[in-house]
T-cell receptor, first 112, second 112 residues
Framework: QKEVEQDPGPLSVPEGAIVSLNCTYS??????FMWYRQYSRKGPELLMY????GNKEDGRFTAQVDKSSKYISLFIRDSQPSDSATYLC????????????FGAGTRLTVKP | NAGVTQTPKFRILKIGQSMTLQCTQD?????MYWYRQDPGMGLKLIYY???????DKGEVPNGYNVSRSTTEDFPLRLELAAPSQTSVYFC???????????FGNGTRLTVT
C-alpha cells in the first residue's frame, strides 16, 4: 500500500464547474498538507499549505484536511480553462521537506 | 528573479554513460533537493542539502551522487546511466526545512 493514494484521473469538467480532488494517506504522523499545481512540461508550484485538520480558503481554492479519516481534499470553484493541469497532494510529518510524500497527481482538464 | 534553474531541459544517454544535471537558485535558500518523477508515481526524493558542504540521502539515492560547494548550486551526478534512470528530474529549494518548495522546470532524461 502506498503511503499516499491519489486518483490519477483524468478528470474533465466544463468551465464553471466545482472540482473536487482528493488524497488518502496511511501515515498518522503526517501533519502538514500541501497541494501543488503542475502545468505540462513545468515544475510543480505551491497552491495551498495547511497544518493539521481544518479548512483553508484562498480565492477559488479551498483545502480541507480530515486527519481522523486520513483524507484531504482540494476544491476549485468556478473552474477555468487555465486550471487545466495536474494537481499533486503532498504531506510531511514534522514539516521537514526531506520526509515529504507526494501523491501521483490528478490530471484535470477544464473545457471552455 | 529566475528562481530555480535547471539545465539541460532534455538529454538522451546511452547505458553506461555519465552526466551531471545542473541546478542553481538565486533566492539564497539554504535547503535544496533533487526529486525524480515517474508516470503513476509521486515525486521521490533522491538527495537533499541543508547548506553548503552538507548533503544527505533521500528515499531513492542509489545510482546518484551530489555535491554542494556553494549556496546557489546543487548538481546531480549520474555515473553509470541505466534504463531505470529514465525519468523527469526536478530540483527544488526552500528557505527553511519546512518552508514551501520552489521547483525548477525539470530535466527530461532518457537512457537507452
Amino acid at each position: 500500500q502506498k503511503e499516499v493514494e491519489q486518483d490519477p484521473g483524468p478528470l474533465s469538467v466544463p468551465e464553471g464547474a466545482i472540482v473536487s480532488l482528493n488524497c488518502t494517506y496511511s501515515n498518522s504522523a503526517f501533519q502538514y498538507f500541501m497541494w501543488y499545481r503542475q502545468y505540462s512540461r513545468k515544475g510543480p508550484e505551491l497552491l495551498m499549505y495547511t497544518y493539521s485538520s481544518g479548512n483553508k480558503e484562498d480565492g477559488r481554492f479551498t483545502a480541507q484536511v480530515d486527519k481522523s479519516s486520513k483524507y484531504i481534499s482540494l476544491f476549485i470553484r468556478d473552474s477555468q480553462p487555465s486550471d487545466s493541469a495536474t494537481y499533486l497532494c503532498a504531506m510531511s510529518g514534522e514539516g521537514n521537506n526531506n520526509d515529504m510524500r507526494f501523491g501521483a497527481g490528478t490530471r484535470l482538464t477544464v473545457k471552455p | 528573479n529566475a528562481g530555480v534553474t535547471q539545465t539541460p531541459k532534455f538529454r538522451i544517454l546511452k547505458i553506461g554513460q555519465s552526466m551531471t544535471l545542473q541546478c542553481t537558485q538565486d533566492m539564497n535558500h539554504n535547503y535544496m533537493y533533487w526529486y525524480r518523477q515517474d508516470p503513476g508515481m509521486g515525486l521521490k526524493l533522491i538527495y537533499y542539502s541543508v547548506g553548503a558542504g552538507i548533503t544527505d540521502k533521500g528515499e531513492v539515492p542509489n545510482g546518484y551522487n551530489v555535491s554542494r560547494s556553494t549556496t546557489e548550486d546543487f548538481p546531480l551526478r549520474l555515473e553509470l546511466a541505466a534504463p531505470s534512470q529514465t525519468s523527469v528530474y526536478f530540483c527544488a529549494s526552500s528557505r527553511q526545512g519546512s518552508s514551501p518548495l520552489h521547483f525548477g522546470n525539470g530535466t527530461r532524461l532518457t537512457v537507452t
